[in-house]
Nanobody, 123 residues
Framework: QVRLLESGGGLVQPGGSLRLSCAVS????????MTWYHQIPGKQRELVAR???????NYADSVKGRFTISRDNAKNTAYLQMNSLKPEDTAAYYC?????????????????WGQGTQVTVSS
């Protein structure tokens, strides 16, 4: 089984910072791209940042210059450093990872999801 465990959310004041973590655990052969999404109440889930296995990144326009996605392949963990937080960043943040798993004779790629972690930016 493959699981994604997210952590690091919480309540912060505008202008503050948080660092989210997403760790992949279980039985797998490879973790490909890892992606952070957020979901604001009443709106659809949307991409925040993505990082490939080789370290290439992509960001939503709304977070460019403020958020940084990174990963530690040895720990199978991705991070989202969130600086200069704004009230409009308030959302549930979800991590997704494309993972190669299965048996040696029956490998498959699948997107796995974390449980989500709440980020609230408020004074």
């Amino acid at each position: 089984q493959v699981r994604l465990l997210e952590s690091g959310g919480g309540l912060v004041q505008p202008g503050g910072s948080l660092r989210l973590s997403c760790a992949v655990s279980g039985s797998f052969f490879r973790v490909n791209a890892m992606t952070w999404y957020h979901q604001i109440p009443g709106k659809q889930r949307e991409l925040v940042a993505r990082i490939t296995s080789s370290g290439r990144t992509n960001y939503a326009d709304s977070v460019k210059g403020r958020f940084t996605i990174s990963r530690d392949n040895a720990k199978n963990t991705a991070y989202l450093q969130m600086n200069s937080l704004k009230p409009e960043d308030t959302a549930a943040y979800y991590c997704s990872a494309n993972v190669v798993a299965g048996t040696p004779i029956d490998l498959h790629e699948r997107d796995y999801w974390g449980q989500g972690t709440q980020v609230t930016v408020s004074s």
